[in-house]
Nanobody
Framework: VQLVESGGGLVQAGGSLKLSCLASGSTFSPYHSGWFRQAPGKEREFVAAINRMSTDSGYADAVKGRFTISRENAKNMMYLEMNNLKPEDTAIYYC??????????????????WGQGTQVTVSS
């Protein structure tokens, strides 16, 4: 499966953005999927993930209550709705997909497919 993110941009602190991830080349429904981010000088970190049937999801503590992950298998799409954005949310955001396991994972090594990333910049 190939993944392409969109929806990043520049927003003021307290604002909102919605990221999208389009899957192609394969049906999306067999894959668990997630969002990760990487800020300059830092390692890639887990943001949120959701299982293949959208029956379970998980969030990093830093985004819990502010971000919402969802997906539409019929459209081969996954989303990340980000509210009350903070400057520390500034990073390149990547979507990822994994066909393995019984549910989503917060470990990037589990995911075999990655998008190219979309930049999110939050100004103070």
């Amino acid at each position: 499966v190939q993944l392409v993110e969109s929806g990043g941009g520049l927003v003021q602190a307290g604002g909102s953005l919605k990221l999208s991830c389009l899957a192609s080349g394969s049906t999306f429904s067999p894959y668990h999927s997630g969002w990760f981010r990487q800020a300059p000088g830092k390692e890639r970190e887990f943001v949120a993930a959701i299982n293949r049937m959208s029956t379970d999801s998980g969030y990093a503590d830093a985004v819990k209550g502010r971000f919402t992950i969802s997906r539409e298998n019929a459209k081969n799409m996954m989303y990340l709705e980000m509210n009350n954005l903070k400057p520390e949310d500034t990073a390149i955001y990547y979507c990822a997909a994994s066909i393995y396991g019984s549910t989503w994972s917060r470990f990037p090594g589990v995911y075999g497919a990655w998008g190219q990333g979309t930049q999110v910049t939050v100004s103070s």
